[in-house]
């Protein structure tokens, strides 16, 4: 099919641009990605879906002027991120719904996606700024890691909730995989720490009151994730902040 007839993207992402056409979502991928990271991305989402949870629907994986697009499901309403802008006073119970929602996604064994510990491997030996030794350092404690694999997203945040009337669905499965919960946690911790601290702890505090764990077990993943976070080159996050963690010193700078 012609990319011309899908009309103009809604979305533009570092590797994706998302259309909205026919009711549907067509997330079409820049050249430069092989087609098995595509098929890679479809299988996690389609996991996540055969788990119970609310996730859009795969319709499809098609082609569009030679470039891979995945098809699926559109979700209509609005991310809880958007909400709690509108509505500053009602942010802890959005987030205390979005805490119950990913416990519900950690509640699930995953054996048959992508491992953590790979995906996190890869990422550490391509963070840029961090010495060698300190790489080697970081991947000789995640191998030393023991956990349960249980599904995790990943990216998980407020504006990847979208709120349809009571149903919450959950979207961008690129990031999922099989490992450690806290480690999950943690990556969303260092999300919203990165704008704000105070919305940072609420999240924290939430998760660990439900959920039994303490700050102490979610922070031993700390340096990890922060240094498999430098290796995405996000634009508004702090590269110094990353590099602070990932050397071992405080979570927060």
């Known amino acids: 099919m012609n ?3 899908l009309g103009l993207p809604i ?12 009711n549907m979502v067509v997330k079409v991928f820049n050249d430069k990605l092989p087609d098995t990271v595509i098929m890679k991305e479809a299988d996690k989402q389609e996991f996540a879906y055969s788990c119970g949870l609310h996730v859009p629907k795969i319709v499809n994986v098609a082609n569009f002027d030679g470039k891979q697009a995945i098809i699926m499901e559109y979700i209509q ?3 809880i991120g958007d ?3 509108k509505n500053q006073d009602q942010t802890e119970y959005y987030m205390d719904l979005s805490v119950e929602i990913q416990q519900e996604i950690h509640q699930n064994e995953a054996q048959s996606i992508e491992f953590m ?5 890869r990422q550490i030996e391509n963070a840029p700024y961090l010495e060698k030794k300190r790489k080697s350092i970081l991947i000789e404690k995640l191998n030393s890691m023991t956990f349960e694999k249980r599904l995790c997203h990943g990216d998980y945040h407020l504006f990847n909730l979208i709120k349809s009337g009571e149903k919450v669905t959950i979207i961008d499965w690129v990031d999922a995989s099989a490992g450690d919960i806290r480690a999950d946690v943690y990556r969303t911790y260092l999300l ?4 704000s601290i105070k919305l940072a702890e609420m999240y924290l505090h ?12 979610i922070f031993e993943w700390a340096p990890i994730i922060a240094a498999a976070r430098m290796s995405e080159w996000v634009s508004s996050e702090r590269m110094d902040r990353l590099l602070h963690i990932a050397n071992g010193h405080s979570s927060i700078v």
């Open 11 to 22: 979305a533009v992402g570092n590797t994706a641009q998302i259309y909205l056409f026919e």
């Open 77 to 79: 309403g609005e991310t």
């Open 83 to 85: 909400l709690i802008t």
């Open 206 to 217: 939430l998760y660990c009151q439900k959920s039994g764990l303490t700050k102490e077990e």
């Open 192 to 195: 919203y720490s990165q704008f």
């Open 117 to 121: 510990s790979d995906k996190l491997s």
């Open 3 to 5: 990319i011309g007839k």
